[in-house]
C-alpha cells in the first residue's frame, strides 16, 4: 500500500488542496491520500483562525464533495464524470490533532506514528514548494527523509529548480527521495480566502459550495479584518 500524508492548516481547505493530492496520487499511484489538519503548526506565525474542530470538519465536506465536476479527479478516473461518488484515496487523518497543552506537532513525530500504524506500508509525505523550500527550519530534517519519499509540488512564485533544491543540501540518496510534481499550478491561498471570505465572498470555485455553507452557517473568517 501506498500511503501519503498531506499535513496542513487547511485554514480552510481551498481547491489548490484538492487538486494537488488527487494529481499526486494519480501521478504516483497512491492509494491513499491523508489529509491531516494539524493542531498547532509550529513554523505559522499565526495561530489558526478556525479551530481544528471546524477544519476537520471542512475538510470532511469538501472531500464528500470531491467529484469529477470539480476536476480533482484524476485523469485515470475521468470515466467518473457521471457518478457522484467521492475519490476514495481521499480520507481525512486526526494523527496530527492539538497535543495536550496545545504543544506543537511536529512532522517527524506524525511521520513515525504513521510508520508504526502502516508497518508494511510505502510511506511518502505530500507538500507545497513553499513549505519543503523551509526543509531545514523544521524538526529533524534528516530524519524526516529518512520516514517517508516527499512529493513536491510547484506553487506560483515557488519555482522548483534544482539550484533552489541545493539549498537544502540533500545528500543523494535524501535527493532520490524527493519527487517534483510541476503539473499543479493553482494559483490559490487559505490567507487569500480568508481575507476574501472575511468581506462576505463565498470564493465560488475555489472554494467546494458545501464549504462555503459551513464558514456561513458557524460564521467563521467573518470578524478578520478584509
Ligand atoms: P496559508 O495561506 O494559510 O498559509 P495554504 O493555502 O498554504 O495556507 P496550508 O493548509 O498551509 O494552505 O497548506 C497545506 C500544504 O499544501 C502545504 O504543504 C502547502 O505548501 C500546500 N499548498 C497549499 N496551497 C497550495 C497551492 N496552491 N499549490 C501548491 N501547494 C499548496
Not at 494523527?95 to 504543544?103: E, H, N, T
Not at 504513521?114 to 513553499?130: N, P, R, S
Not at 510547484?154 to 535527493?175: F, G, H, I, K, Q
Amino acid at each position: 500500500m501506498r500511503i501519503a500524508l498531506f499535513g496542513g492548516t487547511f485554514d480552510p481547505i481551498h481547491r489548490g488542496h484538492l487538486r494537488l493530492a488527487a494529481a499526486a496520487a494519480d501521478t504516483f499511484a497512491l492509494d491513499r491520500v491523508l489529509f491531516a489538519p494539524v493542531g498547532h503548526q509550529p513554523l505559522k506565525p499565526i495561530w489558526p483562525s478556525a479551530s481544528f474542530v471546524d477544519r476537520v470538519a471542512m475538510v470532511r465536506l469538501a472531500l464528500a464533495a470531491a467529484r469529477s465536476e470539480w476536476s480533482i479527479v484524476s485523469s485515470n478516473s475521468i470515466v467518473a464524470s457521471t457518478d457522484e461518488s467521492p475519490d476514495p484515496r481521499l480520507a481525512v487523518s486526526l494523527l496530527d490533532q492539538p497535543r495536550p497543552g496545545g504543544s506543537p506537532n511536529y512532522t517527524v513525530d506524525t511521520l513515525t506514528a504513521l510508520a508504526q500504524e502502516y508497518a508494511d506500508a510505502d510511506l511518502f509525505a505530500l507538500v507545497g514548494a513553499d513549505s519543503f523550500l523551509d526543509l531545514r527550519s523544521w524538526r529533524s530534517p534528516d530524519r524526516l527523509l529518512a520516514l517517508a519519499e516527499w512529493i513536491v509540488v510547484s506553487r506560483p512564485d515557488y519555482p522548483l529548480t534544482e539550484a533552489r533544491l541545493a539549498s537544502l543540501v540533500l545528500s543523494p540518496n535524501e535527493r532520490a527521495r524527493v519527487h517534483l510534481l510541476t503539473s499543479v499550478h493553482e494559483d490559490v491561498s487559505a490567507t487569500g480566502l480568508r481575507r476574501r471570505l472575511a468581506s462576505g465572498d463565498r470564493c465560488p470555485g475555489l472554494l467546494p459550495g458545501e464549504v462555503a455553507n459551513y464558514i456561513q452557517a458557524h460564521g467563521l473568517y467573518a470578524g478578520l479584518k478584509p
